[in-house]
Nanobody, 122 residues
Framework: QVQLVESGGGLVQAGASLTLSCAASGRTFSRYSMGWFRQAPGKEREFVARIRWIDGLRYYADSVKGRFTISRDNAKNTVYLQMNSLKPEDTAVYYC???????????????WGQGTQVTVSS
């Protein structure tokens, strides 16, 4: 079992930066691929970024590429999402997810956090 707790959300102005953290329980965090997703009001959950446990390879949604960076610190059992140049359309609840598989799509992640709200004002 893995428990995930997100933090770092908040209200910021457009153009600002924010870093989300996701702390994971368990002793084998380094063997979990991690992902970030978001869900805006009235919209479906969408993929934001992921990082593979086996080689650290990272993938991003086109909408955040060049602005967001996913990273992990296995010693701290934490995955981060650095968000720069935030836009009002980035407003959403952000969730982190974990799975033992190397390559994972949204619906396959086994473990999910409760989410943290990010609101970007114009």
């Amino acid at each position: 079992q893995v428990q995930l707790v997100e933090s770092g959300g908040g209200l910021v102005q457009a153009g600002a930066s924010l870093t989300l953290s996701c702390a994971a329980s368990g002793r084998t965090f380094s063997r979990y691929s991690m992902g970030w997703f978001r869900q805006a009001p009235g919209k479906e959950r969408e993929f934001v970024a992921r990082i593979r446990w086996i080689d650290g390879l990272r993938y991003y949604a086109d909408s955040v590429k060049g602005r967001f960076t996913i990273s992990r610190d296995n010693a701290k059992n934490t995955v981060y999402l650095q968000m720069n140049s935030l836009k009002p359309e980035d407003t959403a609840v952000y969730y982190c997810a974990a799975d033992r598989k190397v390559d994972v799509t949204g619906s396959e992640y086994a473990y999910w956090g409760q989410g943290t709200q990010v609101t970007v004002s114009s």
